[in-house]
């Protein structure tokens, strides 16, 4: 009897990590973006999740994904597909970057070199960002893969040209500089929470943290965060509680032009990436001025409503400037066939942030890998299923159709 119950049943070994149960019992991104948000407090879920006003264009981003229509072939040999490309002269295993986010270790102690780790590893690009809270020289000797330097350029130009040099000699090997932020989004779930970094405590603060004791025990225990670019400096270092609007607003240059892009060049003189181009005409204006790379970006909706989703500008851009500079999608990536879509499309590769964050504030470093995987599986899978075996060399005609 006991050997015809074993025929049909099973048993599933159990597993003694909890992380481990919990990432495998995730079949999506939202799945681990559920599990983030039991974990974390609520304002700083709403931090990393959140978007600028009634948070449409973050939610289009994603959605316009679903509008491209590939067109799948059969009976070809897919036993060997190749996913490698280069961005920038870098080589790369798939056509992936990971995309700065500020604040990170508001998610996990880690935040940073947890990420740089997990990317490192895989050999995709990480992006450390200005309002990073682990310094450029602790994410460069933690990463084994390409480092990005986020710019935004400050009021104190020479405090700039500092973090740039010091990229450089650290090793980094492309400046971004995010050209979507003049000013700063209004991001409303934080305008709610009267959301400061770092969190001021107040008795709403107060009770988050004791429904999620995990987190505020970490945050208790470990050095405060602060933005490591400036730290030390007490005005601008972040140890005193502003909300990021009133920090980027009064330390961010609204007088940044076409014209200052030279002296980033001069001071760098690494390869440039814009990232949060949003219109065919800027791309021309970038492919003139002879920028390395542009990335199609809204920072994730996180400025205004009303921007163009960046898979759906993709083609547009691809037919004035593809083959005069890289493009790549940055927003609304939630699986491999995104990936695969945008590539088919023309772009370079794609860039995501909230994918990691999920990871991170889900389970620390093993979380992000969750998500790369999720992600880098998918393209492989995608790519098998529509018969094709290079992301650069696809096949004319693999997309059916963009619907708008
Ligand atoms: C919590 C958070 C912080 C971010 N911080 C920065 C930043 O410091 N610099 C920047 O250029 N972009 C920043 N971004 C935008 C991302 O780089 C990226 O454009 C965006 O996350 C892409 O959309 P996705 O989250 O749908 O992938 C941030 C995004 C999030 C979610």
Redesign the pocket.
């Known amino acids: 009897m006991l050997k015809s119950v074993r025929s049909v049943v099973q048993l599933r070994r159990f597993e003694f990590s909890k992380t481990t149960r919990r990432l495998n019992a995730c079949g999506d991104l939202d799945d681990l973006r559920a599990i983030a948000k039991k974990r974390l407090p609520g304002g700083v879920f709403d ?3 959140g978007a600028a006003e009634d948070e449409v264009t ?1 939610t289009e ?2 959605r316009a994904f679903a509008n491209v229509e590939l067109r799948p072939r059969i009976l070809r040999d897919v036993s060997n597909i190749d996913t490698s490309t280069t961005i920038m002269g870098q080589p790369v295993p798939f056509p992936i970057a990971l ?6 270790r508001i998610a996990h102690p880690q935040g940073e070199l947890a990420v740089a780790r997990v990317a490192g590893a895989m050999g995709l690009p990480f ?1 450390l ?4 809270t682990r310094s450029i020289e602790e994410v460069a000797a933690v990463a084994t893969g390409p480092l990005w330097y ?1 710019l ?1 350029v400050w009021k104190d130009r020479g405090l700039s040209r500092e973090l740039v040099q010091r990229a450089k000699a650290a090793g980094y090997k492309s400046i ?1 500089l ?1 050209v ?2 003049p000013v700063f989004g209004r991001r409303e779930r934080d305008v709610r929470r009267g959301f400061t970094l770092p969190p001021k405590i107040g008795l709403e603060t107060f009770i988050d943290g004791i429904l999620h004791p995990k987190w505020t025990w970490d945050f208790v225990r470990n050095e405060p965060i602060t933005f490591s670019a400036v730290a030390g400096r007490a005005d601008v270092d972040g140890s005193r509680a502003i909300t990021l609007a009133d920090y980027v607003n009064s330390q961010f240059d609204p007088t940044l032009s076409w014209k200052d892009l030279e002296w980033i060049r001069e001071e760098s003189g690494l390869p440039i990436m814009l ?2 181009i949003q219109c065919v005409e800027d791309a021309l204006v970038a492919a003139d001025m002879g920028v390395d790379a542009i ?1 199609l ?6 400025q205004y409503d009303g921007a163009p989703a960046p898979i759906a500008l993709l083609p547009e851009v691809m037919q004035a400037v593809g083959n005069r500079i890289e493009v790549l999608v ?5 699986r491999g066939s995104d990936v695969v879509k945008a590539c088919a499309l023309g772009a370079r590769g794609v ?5 990691y ?1 999920y990871g991170l504030g889900a389970a620390g470093e093993p979380g992000v890998k969750w998500a790369l995987d999720h992600i880098t599986q998918g393209v492989t899978r995608t790519m098998a299923l529509i018969g094709e075996t290079s992301i650069t060399h696809m096949s004319d005609g693999v997309v059916k159709r963009v619907r708008q």
């Open positions: 931090y990393f999740d973050k981003n994603s995309s700065p986010t500020g604040f990170t992006t960002s200005t309002l990073g986020q935004y971004m995010t979507d932020t990232k949060g990335a970006s809204n920072h994730g909706g996180r940055d927003g609304g990536v939630r860039m995501f942030g909230r994918p964050l």
